[in-house]
C-alpha cells in the first residue's frame, strides 16, 4: 500500500517538475513578439485608428447637420439629461426634436455597429485575432515591447516632408 502512494506521489512529482520545465518554455516562446508582428499590429492600429475618424466624423455630421438639433447644442442637452423625463422637460424640446435626436441615436448605434465589424475584419484578415490580442497584451506587459513598438509606429509614420507634398 506505501508503495502505491509513494509512485503515486513521485509521478505526481515528476509531473510537477515536467510542467515546470517545459511551462515556462512554452509560455515564453507563446509570449516572444517579432518585429514583424509589432509591425503588423501598428498597421492594423492605424486601419483603426482611421476607421474610428471615420466613425467619428459620421456621428458628428449626424447631430450637426440636422437642423432641429440646434448646431448639435439641443443634441449634447438632450444626451445630458439621459432619459430623465423632469430634465427633458425642463429643456423644452418639442416632440419633433425628441423624435429627431431618437432617430440620431439609431444613427450612432448602425454607425457602432458597423466599425465594430470592419475592426473585427480588418484584425482578423491582416493580423489574427491570437497575434493581435498576443502583442495588445505584450505591449501592457513589456516595456521593451513597448519602446520597439513605439520605434516601429515612428518609422511608419509619414514624415514632416510627406506631409507637406500631399497639400
Do not use: W
Not at 27 to 55: H, N, P
Not at 108 to 130: C, L, P, R, S
Request: proline share 1%.
Amino acid at each position: 500500500m506505501k508503495s502505491v502512494k509513494l509512485k503515486n506521489s513521485l509521478l505526481g512529482f515528476g509531473l510537477l517538475v515536467a510542467c515546470l520545465v517545459v511551462c515556462p518554455k512554452t509560455m515564453a516562446q507563446d509570449a516572444e513578439i517579432t518585429s514583424e508582428e509589432l509591425t503588423q499590429y501598428a498597421q492594423v492600429s492605424a486601419k483603426i485608428d482611421s476607421l474610428k475618424a471615420g466613425m467619428k466624423t459620421k456621428i458628428s455630421e449626424a447631430v450637426k447637420s440636422n437642423e432641429l438639433m440646434d448646431g448639435g447644442k439641443l443634441y449634447n442637452k438632450l444626451n445630458k439629461a439621459k432619459g430623465d423625463e423632469a430634465k427633458i422637460a425642463e429643456i423644452g424640446a418639442t416632440e419633433e426634436q425628441l423624435a429627431a435626436y431618437a432617430q440620431i441615436q439609431e444613427d450612432i448605434k448602425a454607425f457602432k455597429a458597423d466599425f465594430k465589424t470592419q475592426y473585427t475584419a480588418v484584425v482578423k484578415d491582416e493580423i489574427g485575432a491570437g497575434t493581435y490580442n498576443k502583442v495588445k497584451k505584450a505591449l501592457k506587459a513589456d516595456a521593451a515591447v513597448k519602446a520597439q513598438y513605439d520605434e516601429i509606429v515612428a518609422s511608419l509614420a509619414p514624415s514632416a516632408e510627406e506631409t507637406e507634398g500631399e497639400e
